[in-house]
């Protein structure tokens, strides 16, 4: 009978040594980064239970974030708060190819797409 943590985690790697594995929320925490580490990105936004969550003190940074691995290849969802003022198009696209650089320089999975969805805009002006 395979483990809860196995079912939510993929094998890097198997050797004479033992093998790594690596969690989805693992990849999930990953692209959640790497998108907010992009200009013009607020957050990302979660579901109803994550929110819940964080808020009895289990903080998540990838909320908003699922990802679905297939023999070493990646498919991540992610939905985004945006800041007010800068080209969705355009930071979306620079989202994408930082979330898949990222993934992919640090598993070694490939990453067949990363799909966005704007969830709002965060019109609060910063100072």
Do not use: F, W
Request: proline content about 1%; overall charge negative.
């Amino acid at each position: 009978m395979m483990k809860e943590a196995e079912k939510n985690s993929h094998t890097l790697q198997g050797d004479a040594y033992g093998e790594v594995r690596i969690a989805d929320d693992v990849v999930a925490n990953i692209a959640a980064l790497a998108a907010l580490e992009i200009d013009g990105v607020a957050s990302t936004v979660g579901n109803i239970t994550k929110e819940l969550m964080s808020k009895a003190g289990m903080k998540t940074v990838n909320k908003g974030v699922k990802v679905e691995l297939l023999d070493a290849v990646v498919s991540v969802d992610i939905a985004l708060i945006m800041e007010y003022g800068y080209n969705i198009p355009t930071t979306c696209k620079k989202v994408q190819e930082k979330i898949k650089t990222s993934i992919e320089n640090m598993t070694g999975l490939e990453v067949a797409d990363v799909n966005i969805r704007i969830a709002g805009i965060n019109m609060v002006k910063q100072k």
